[in-house]
């Protein structure tokens, strides 16, 4: 009774391991491989050479390979995060044949979602920072080939600034927006859905002259997001709701500031800067 309940317990493993086997597993970078993606610079950087690992972490926390056959279907992808070792460097090892690469830096609290590179979504739970694509071309073969990534900003940033003091009863802000979209296309680095962006910052009453960086990836190099901006206080009670429409460049940055708890403000004055680390600025009073 004993051995036929042993043999039985094998057979239940055994088959288990089978059920596992049929479920896709997309590996982590190889020790070795036929294809090798190194991060060299940024695009638009005063960087001569390629960069290390610390300079890469100024700019983003996580990057992201994925490999695509030339049906479109990804068959490879890993994941980093600033601390690891290889931060910056994948190895994958391929059939040969042509393929598409995406690598992907962002600062964003999780991975979006890469099953398709011409809709790469972030989700509102883990934030929308600013976002740098590497989309290209290659062909492997036999001989180990290295493919240098230039990844450029696809973002546009909307800097908003509250110049009044926040009040004591105010615990947090909510900043929820429309007309940009929180997916991309990597053919194009364009918004590709229409979608409902939505930030929560927790505030410091007393505070005067807070900023909130908004980002989204507009489906033109230029377009306009609707914008409300809710504050609550610690029970979740609306305290003050305000709408905006702010008209935005792609790969620059829109600062909007003003009273915002003094409703009585208003008026819009654009003034347009440079920042060498983006195309543009804009700044809106309201």
């Known amino acids: 009774?004993?051995?036929?309940?042993?043999?039985?317990?094998?057979?239940?493993?055994f088959l288990c391991a089978l059920v596992s086997c049929e479920k896709?597993?997309?590996?982590?970078?190889?020790?070795?491989?036929?294809?090798?993606?190194?991060?060299?610079?940024?695009?638009?950087?005063?960087?001569?050479?390629?960069?290390?690992?610390?300079?890469?972490?100024?700019?983003?926390t996580r990057l992201n390979?994925?490999?695509?056959?030339?049906?479109?279907?990804?068959?490879?992808?890993?994941?980093?995060?600033?601390?690891?070792?290889?931060?910056?460097?994948?190895?994958?090892?391929?059939?040969?044949?042509?393929?598409?690469?995406?690598?992907?830096?962002h600062s964003s609290n999780g991975n979006p979602t890469m099953t398709n590179y011409q809709k790469i979504q972030f989700k509102n739970d883990d934030g929308y920072t600013d976002t740098f694509l590497c989309f290209d071309s290659v062909e492997v073969s036999k001989t180990p080939t290295t493919l240098p990534a230039i990844p450029h900003r696809i973002v546009t940033l909307c800097r908003f600034v509250i110049t009044d003091t926040i009040p004591s009863n105010v615990s947090r802000m909510r900043f929820l927006y429309t007309g940009g979209s929180g997916a991309f296309d990597a053919t194009t680095g364009l918004g590709c859905v229409n979608s409902k962006q939505s930030e929560f910052f927790t505030v410091e009453p007393g505070s005067a002259s807070t900023a909130f960086d908004l980002y989204t990836f507009l489906h033109d190099d230029k377009g306009t997001i609707h914008l409300q901006a809710t504050a609550y206080d610690e029970k979740d009670n609306v305290l003050n709701d305000r709408e905006f429409d702010i008209p935005l460049k792609r790969?620059?940055?829109?600062?909007?500031?003003?009273?915002?708890?003094?409703?009585?403000s208003s008026g819009l004055t654009i003034l347009i800067g440079l920042d060498p680390e983006w195309e543009g600025e804009e700044e809106i009073s309201y």
């Not at 009774?1 to 493993?13: A, G």
């Not at 997309?26 to 001569?48: A, C, R, Y």
């Not at 790969?251 to 009585?264: A, P």
């Open 1 to 13: 009774m004993i051995q036929r309940h042993k043999l039985y317990l094998l057979f239940t493993l």
């Open 24 to 60: 896709p597993v997309i590996p982590v970078t190889e020790e070795k491989g036929n294809l090798t993606i190194s991060v060299m610079q940024i695009e638009q950087m005063p960087f001569d050479g390629s960069m290390t690992r610390a300079e890469l972490s100024q700019y983003f």
């Open 251 to 264: 790969r620059q940055i829109t600062k909007v500031s003003g009273q915002y708890f003094n409703t009585s």
């Open 65 to 105: 390979f994925a490999v695509y056959d030339s049906l479109g279907t990804r068959v490879k992808q890993t994941n980093q995060l600033k601390d690891d070792k290889d931060f910056g460097t994948a190895v994958f090892q391929l059939p040969e044949g042509k393929y598409k690469v995406v690598v992907l830096g």
